[in-house]
């Protein structure tokens, strides 16, 4: 049974970077045509896709973020990362992490971690 | 990007009442690359249907998806009491991938 696992810091300051880790249990990171997802929920509202990475290095990031957004990936740790730079008040959220089906433009996503909340207040 | 719509925002349905959840794109999805999940307060979402039409794995036979191009229909056939939670589609065919705005299915 995959499991996924977010982890970072709780609070980060405006204008700083966002980081956080996804460690994958359960099964290897590498096996399988899976890409994997970082997805956020502002509390009461809806969901957003950030972006997604495949075990070669390959990402696919939402638009609306790409400028900010970098997802990397470590193998040798079953690990996956967001970075998310230049934050303000508007990127508190839940951030979960997903793995993805790895359909052509996206993916649908099956397994998820339980969610992290990050708060951006000084 | 491609918009997705829910109707209605909430649902008052009964156990044992039949659902029904509707999802409607601003353009033609994909391949019919559409989801549905579940979202249990303080939980994360859970994958109900995948392709439009199939069921995850584990996910009861009383869910059932529905639909192509821009209309997509989620169908609880029979409401047992853990149903009652927030129900969001998600398009994949086209990137960004998107999220509808939710349904909440209350008990009546």
């Known amino acids: 049974q995959v499991q996924l696992q977010e982890s970072g810091p709780g609070l980060v300051k405006p204008s700083q970077t966002l980081s956080l880790t996804c460690t994958v249990s359960g099964g290897s990171i590498s096996s399988g045509s899976y890409y994997w997802s970082w997805i956020r929920q502002p509390a009461g509202k809806g969901l957003e896709w950030i972006g997604r990475?495949?075990?070669?290095?390959?990402?696919n990031y939402n638009p609306s973020l790409k400028s900010r957004v970098t997802i990397s990936v470590d193998t040798s740790k079953n690990q996956f990362s967001l970075k998310l730079s230049s934050v303000t008040a508007a990127d508190t959220a839940v951030y979960y992490c997903?793995?993805?089906?790895?359909?052509?433009?996206?993916?649908?996503?099956?397994?998820w971690g339980q969610g992290t909340l990050v708060t951006v207040s000084s | 990007e491609i918009v997705l719509t829910q109707s209605p925002g909430t649902l008052s349905l009964s156990p044992g009442e039949r659902a029904t959840l509707s999802c409607r794109a601003s353009q033609s999805v994909s391949s019919s690359y559409l989801a549905w999940y579940q979202q249990k307060p303080g939980q994360a979402p859970r994958l109900l249907i995948y392709g439009a039409s199939s069921r995850a794995t584990g996910i009861p036979d009383r869910f059932s998806g529905s639909g192509s191009g821009t209309d997509f229909t989620l169908t609880i056939s029979r409401l047992e009491p853990e149903d009652f939670a927030v129900y969001y589609c998600q398009q994949y065919g086209s990137s960004p991938s998107t999220f509808g705005q939710g349904t909440k299915l209350e008990i009546k």
């Open positions: 990475i495949y075990t070669s290095g390959s990402t």
């Open positions: 997903a793995r993805d089906s790895g359909a052509a433009a996206g993916g649908s996503f099956d397994y």
